[in-house]
């Protein structure tokens, strides 16, 4: 049996809203679909430098879109996503690089499953895009790791461990496995040109290199999906129903 | 009952593929969803100038996703899509204008429906995403507009209107409409700030303004849907459920 269980890791970090969707979702559904859901905290800041991603110029149609298509997400989803009052200084001059070491300090100490890692980054989700509280200083990481579970020894020496170069280096380890993660097949190559002018100035659905990053493993070979929008394309590849983003309730 | 039906109005142009798989699952659900389906051919070109959308930096990894995704789309809802051999000379140097304007000669005449509409603006995205045939040339015009149904004395009436100052404004008239669309309620102005520094390095959706474009009339309320991948966010705005991009294969 175990042998037919699709493998799906989900790289995510705390700092992007949409991988909060995608994290929820996968959560729900790793107890639905045949699949083994393996978490893969990493460091967005990271991604963006690695893969050369450029800011877009300023089109407020784009941002107003934005706002109101996350709101709405959020909504169906059901996940308690409320923008922090100033999330440029939330997410840009704090950031999220000393709450990822701290998760990845988690998932190395934990044994027997990743209940502790999902907790603490939802703990931190919550935070950062729910509660507008602060997710960098020691007490911030403490209080969530709190929540989400684990004692006070356990998160004295998790803080410590998360400083050491041994998860900083695991961390950056994963960031770069997600930048690896290009897209199946090799033949696409010949349409680098192609697609560099169908974005130039068609359409409309523009996914940077970023997160949430799904990459499910079937038949030998990685299929990469990016954004919180692929999951019926998600269940399609790995012979699953989609059942809508509350698997739970849609089978009662 | 007529009064219950929602509407919703789908801009368009043949040049994008994405507005492709848009427009196929749209036409399908006309039939399944209670709703009122106003196809509104229009300009993507115009689109693109009047949002003052800007082309992204050259993001390998960016584009390699998105052949990988538009190849997998059109797979799963099963539209036979296929890249022209040389899409920066059919998209760019060619393009689409007399194309669209083609089509709302053909909207502008046709009573009692929009099965011409919908005809050819298929026969067109068939040469042009599917082919690789031209569709600025008259003959090409009239050969999508034969294969459709049309009449040769149909068509060569329809040539001769869509060059008029009448079809030129009807199309610059739409493409405006579909510019004006903006994001529905009013507080979210709040957050253009907060978005553009979202997009400047967070995440993984960004949304140019493009098509294809879903506008639903709701309660009084227009709520705008970018993009090929909001279908299931489009039922439960409508009150409708989502069945795949296949709802009559799904309701066998």
Redesign the interface.
């Known amino acids: 049996m175990a042998s037919s269980r699709k493998v799906i890791e989900l790289f995510y970090d705390v700092?992007?809203?949409?991988?909060w969707l995608g994290f929820e979702v996968m959560c729900r559904y790793r107890n639905v679909w045949n699949i083994d859901l393996k978490l893969r905290p990493a460091f967005?800041?990271g991604i963006?430098q690695g893969?050369?991603?450029?800011?877009?110029?300023?089109?407020?149609?784009?941002?107003?879109?934005?706002?109101?298509?996350l709101?709405?997400?959020a909504q169906?989803f059901q996940v308690p996503i409320s923008?922090p009052a100033d999330?440029?200084e939330a997410?840009?001059e704090k950031g999220s690089l000393s709450a990822m070491r701290f998760v990845a300090a988690v998932q190395e100490r934990e044994v027997g499953g990743d209940k502790q890692v999902e907790q603490v980054s939802r703990e931190l989700w919550m935070r950062i895009w729910s509660q507008d509280k602060d997710i960098t200083q020691p007490a911030s990481l403490s209080e969530a790791a709190m929540k989400a579970g684990l004692s006070a020894s356990e998160v004295e020496e998790l803080l410590k461990l998360s400083t050491s170069k041994e998860i900083k280096d695991k961390l950056k380890r994963s960031t770069q496995e997600a930048?690896d993660h290009?897209?199946?097949?090799g033949h696409?190559?010949q349409?680098?040109?192609?697609?560099?002018?169908?974005?130039?100035?068609?359409?409309?659905?523009?996914?940077?290199?970023?997160?949430?990053?799904a990459v499910c493993h079937v038949n030998g070979k990685a299929e990469?999906f990016?954004?919180?929008?692929?999951f019926?394309?998600i269940a399609?590849?790995i012979g699953e129903k989609?059942m809508?983003p509350q698997p739970a309730a849609a089978k009662l």
Chains 1, 2 share one sequence.
């Open positions: 700092v992007s809203p949409y991988s967005l800041g963006m893969s050369g991603n450029k800011p877009p110029g300023q089109v407020p149609n784009k941002f107003l879109y934005m706002t109101t298509d709101h709405r997400l169906y923008p999330p440029f997410m840009f930048l290009r897209c199946g097949s696409q190559y349409y680098i040109h192609f697609f560099h002018y169908l974005t130039l100035s068609l359409y409309s659905f523009i996914q940077a290199f970023g997160f949430p990053l990469v990016f954004g919180s929008d692929r019926e394309l399609h590849c989609w809508g």
